[in-house]
């Protein structure tokens, strides 16, 4: 599945674990920012921008997110949100603080580790 398939409230869902994951290790890496821009290109940078702002509004805490992400039910849509994210934490070094993120999600959502 394609980013630019994501619908409205995956986007949002993806763009609020992205902040999550970079955040967890309290360092915004040059190889992480190549992620991000990546993730920007595929969704559009309009469509992007708005998302991160909507995402940072209606998760103020990590509890939004959490019910947010349990919502999400496409298993294609569950899947790419999962690499994207899992390719940011890991794009420099994954640390248990990125890694505890993407542990809630793959329990979840029921998804290995690829």
């Keep these: 599945m394609e980013l630019s ?3 409205h409230d995956e986007v949002l869902v993806l763009v609020g674990f992205m902040r999550v994951v970079i955040q967890a290790d309290g360092q ?6 190549e992620h991000v821009a990546l993730v920007r290109t595929a969704l559009g940078t309009d469509r992007f921008t708005q998302a991160m702002l909507e995402a940072t ?33 890991a794009s420099d070094t994954l640390t248990a603080e990125e890694d505890k993120p993407l542990r809630w999600i793959e329990s979840w959502w029921e998804l290995p580790r690829t």
Aim: aromatic share 4%.
């Design 5 to 7: 398939e994501l619908t």
């Design 28 to 33: 915004f890496s040059n190889a992480e920012r």
């Design 57 to 89: 509004e209606r998760f103020a805490d990590n509890e939004s997110l959490k019910r947010a992400t349990k919502a999400i039910s496409r298993p294609a849509a569950r899947r790419a949100i999962h690499d994207v994210l899992v390719k940011i934490a």
